[in-house]
DNA sequence: GTATTATCTAAGTCT
DNA sequence: TAGATAATAC
């Protein structure tokens, strides 16, 4: 071997090395058999993902025979462009990176025949999927009260994540026993038929895609055994938040060559409600004894206080692992407290701190981040921010794809792809509305069951099913059918976005959404357009990918994958399950109060309270330089106001890290606080520039009424207010009021039996007494 | 079948 | 408060 070569490659590889620390270093160089990295807060996991993922390519080890998992694909991406300038080349592209769920998507679509789907199958998102059980349960006739679908949606999410199929569910008699228990005997039968239906529409929902990666995975040992050998090393980032499906699934993937790194901290698992699992942490090493564990320990992000004050915290939990997190940055301010008296001056606090803090500390929007528990939390800080002008972004709540416009367009793409998808169906057969109504698809979906065929097949061939449906509704069934074959057939020879801006032009979408010109309409056509845009931006990045790769693609991405598109200078607003793993100069916390924050549903159970706490302690740990809490006395709650005691949490943490912003005893109310709150609300200035913060809904109303009430007194039929006119139901009554014009004018009539009417005048047939 | 209005009920976190 | 559903009118 030439020896000038093999040196420049040590030389490379020591230049890599010399960026991490010692531990860094050893958890980088064991490459080979399984390591567990515990990596708490800050102390640089992503950094020694990365590293040794480079250190693995520039080894020699192929980046094909490579697969990572990150929680979300935009820490995929960032992952795969600083592998790619610490190596100088593009071999990151070849990596299998991605979150569990686009990975194994990715797979199931490639052997989806194995499992007898098809590869073009659809996902269902949430929405779908309840929508899907709520026809369930109305189909077998049940009180939707006591079966309601989100709920019966967790129990067959949580079966999946614990591979227990609906055959072995319905089978088994402690869950049996447990469904009668609480009233639900026939949860058994929704799974079952839910997933029936689910593969009958080709669809598979989001736990699927690891249930049937396990399936895949266990009745087809070749595809095993392909798999084994191709993914040589493999990588998992917060190890702490894979639930046991995934768990098997890295087992059985790992079992040949068994170089897996799994790199996690047990202090920050926050997603046990949807499977996940620390016991898995122990599991690894009971499955892989000689498991070689690593441990960081220092937090390279936050000021001494915060680590300290978030250890305090974290110290109060029953189950962990010992861990020392020490950091030797400077000391830092201390936490904050500030109380408010309605969560709306609570915003006003954190949006006046900011404005403040910026010019203080010479910082940009950027660096700053409100997290609080739940979205729901987001419209007062969002009112209190526009107020001063500051900009800011949400992540998560109610993301873009979740909007009803751009569900109806993307139904229209799922459907070409997949005709048998059952949701996208329901969604827009009937929208825009073209006289398909409830009537007839209840004859269809009627029909399609009893035959164990799916929707599409009925309304494709209407006549071997003997549909009852007049020929008029018959004809646009068929002229609809025709429409989703034509956009089909164009699928694989007409490029992504000429075909999908077709669909939202043909469809008449763009019309029906260009006709209303209400502030709401207005903004749900842009947001047609911005789709349409981010189909154009697919289309020019991959030309030979079609609508249905832009479909799958799309469907499993997180809120946090989004980019910013005009790259602002914003502050982040998002949940703090949102904020895992990111990192923020100054970071407020909101909405500290007890039934919040620990929210009333955790306290319960020990588990439940503990996994609050880690929350809290993620949250914490947020923070590089400084750290505020806010709570209030009173808070909003399905419309009625409440109070509020302040969080647990906050008596936790170390009193000498900790400064209340308000003198006296902090659990005396009213105080001495009365100043502080003035010289918040005081210094906040509404600015002139900024728009109405009034509702959308309010503007809608009152431009309805203002149209409206354009009175123009008698007009054609002679007919006058006063006068007295028969009704062929109501009877006799007396016009009390007309108003409108021409075909659109109405009448207010009071009749003797029935009382106040409003009448169109076009519609209704009056005879005039006198 | 469609459009408007009245009433109900729900918000815990995410793929 | 606000979105979802049921009721109502044509």
Redesign the pocket.
């Known amino acids: 071997m030439n020896k000038s070569i093999l040196t420049s490659i040590e030389a490379q590889s020591m230049q890599f090395l010399d960026d991490l620390n010692e531990e860094q270093q050893k958890a980088v160089l064991a490459t080979e058999g399984p390591t567990m990295i515990l990596a708490g807060a800050g102390s640089g996991k992503t950094r020694v993902l990365t590293y040794k993922i480079a250190y693995l390519i520039q080894q020699g080890v192929d980046s094909f025979n490579i697969l990572a998992l990150t929680f ?1 694909n935009k820490a995929s991406r960032e992952m795969k462009s600083r592998i790619s300038s610490l190596l100088d080349n593009s071999e990151s592209l070849n990596l299998w990176m991605g ?4 990975i194994f998507a990715r797979i199931l679509r490639f052997e989806a025949q194995k499992i007898g789907y098809p590869s073009n199958f659809t996902i269902y ?2 929405d779908d999927s309840k929508s899907l059980i ?1 026809t369930i349960v109305k189909e077998l006739n049940l009180d939707d ?1 006591i079966y ?1 679908p ?1 709920l019966i949606l967790n129990r067959i ?1 949580s079966a999946k994540n614990n591979l227990i199929s609906a055959k072995e569910y319905a089978d088994n008699i402690n869950i049996q026993s447990d469904d009668l228990q609480s009233k639900k005997p026939l949860l058994g039968e929704i799974y079952k038929r839910y997933e029936l239906r689910c593969f009958k529409a080709s669809a598979m929902d ?2 699927d895609l690891l249930f049937k990666t396990n399936i895949l995975l266990r009745d087809h040992p070749e595809v095993l055994f392909k798999y084994q050998d191709k993914f040589k090393y493999i990588l998992v980032d917060e190890f702490q938040d894979t639930n046991f499906s995934q768990y098997l699934i890295l087992k059985k993937l790992s079992a040949r060559f068994e170089n897996i790194c799994v790199v996690g901290d047990d202090a920050q698992s ?2 046990a ?2 499977g996940a699992n620390i016991q898995n942490i122990l599991n690894f090493k009971n499955d892989f004894p000689d498991v070689k564990t690593f441990k960081l320990e220092r937090n390279y992000r936050s000021t001494k206080n915060i680590v300290n004050a978030a250890n305090s915290v974290i110290a109060k939990n029953k189950d962990q692992f010992k861990k020392d997190i020490w950091t030797d940055n400077e000391e830092g301010s201390k936490i904050e407290v500030f109380k408010a008296f309605t969560d709306n001056e609570e915003g006003l606090i954190v949006a006046n701190h900011i404005f403040s803090a910026k010019q203080n500390h010479q910082l940009n929007n950027k660096d700053f981040a409100i997290l609080y ?4 939390q987001s419209r007062s800080i969002e009112e209190a921010l526009r107020r001063k002008n500051i900009p800011y972004r949400i992540y ?1 709540g109610m993301s873009f794809y979740q909007r009803k416009e751009i569900k109806d367009l993307l139904a229209y793409y799922k459907l070409t792809v997949n005709p048998n998808d059952e949701e996208a169906l329901k969604r827009i057969i ?1 929208y825009p ?8 698809l209840e004859k269809i979906t009627l029909k399609a069951s009893e035959s164990r065929s799916s929707l599409w097949d009925v309304i494709n061939e209407p006549s071997s099913f003997q549909l009852k449906i007049s020929s008029a ?1 018959l004809k646009k069934i068929e002229e609809f059918v025709t429409m989703i074959k034509s956009f089909n057939a164009q699928l694989s020879s007409v490029n992504a976005y000429k075909l999908g801006e077709h669909i939202a032009k043909s469809t008449g979408i763009l019309k029906d959404l260009y006709a209303d010109k209400s502030p709401e309409g207005l903004s749900r056509y842009e947001n047609i357009h911005e789709l349409l845009n981010g189909l154009n931006e697919f289309s020019e990045n991959y030309p030979d990918q079609s609508l249905s790769e832009f479909i799958s693609e799309i469907s ?1 991405l ?3 994958d989004n980019e910013d598109k005009n790259n602002q200078d914003s502050v982040s607003l ?2 703090i ?2 904020s895992k793993g990111l990192e923020f100069s100054f970071t407020y916390l909101v909405g500290l109060e007890e039934g919040l924050f620990p ?4 306290l319960n159970s020990r588990t ?1 309270l503990e ?2 706490r880690r ?1 809290f302690y993620v949250a914490l740990t947020r923070g590089e330089k400084n750290v505020c809490l806010t709570h209030s006395e009173t808070r ?5 106001l409440i109070s509020c005691e302040p969080s647990r949490f906050i008596s936790e943490i170390d009193k000498n890290l900790i400064h209340f912003n308000y003198s006296g005893n902090f659990y005396q109310k009213g105080s001495s606080f009365k100043s502080d709150r003035e010289s918040y609300v005081k210094s906040d200035q509404i600015n002139p520039n900024t728009k109405s913060i009034l ?1 959308k ?1 309010k503007l809608v109303r009152l431009q ?1 009424y203002v149209k409206n009430d354009t009175f123009k007194g008698d007009d054609l039929a002679d007919l006058k207010v006063g006068a007295i006119v028969e009704h062929q ?1 109501f009877g006799q009554g007396e016009i009390l009021e007309l108003e409108g014009q021409d075909s659109n004018q109405k009448a207010t009539i009071m009749f003797e039996n029935i009382g106040q ?1 409003q ?2 005048l ?3 047939k009056l005879k005039i007494i006198s």
Do not use: C
């Open positions: 979300t979150t569990f769920h686009s998102d949430t709520k009260k309601k989100g999410s989001f736990d926050i997603y409600f949807r528990r739940t979205n729901a998560g009937n509305t073209r006289g398909i109504g409830k009537t007839s509704v499993l997180t809120d946090a998002m949940t399950h949102a929210s009333q549903l955790s439940e996994e609050e929350l909003y709650r399905w419309g009625s509702p809904q309805k139901r009417k009448l169109l076009r519609f209704a």
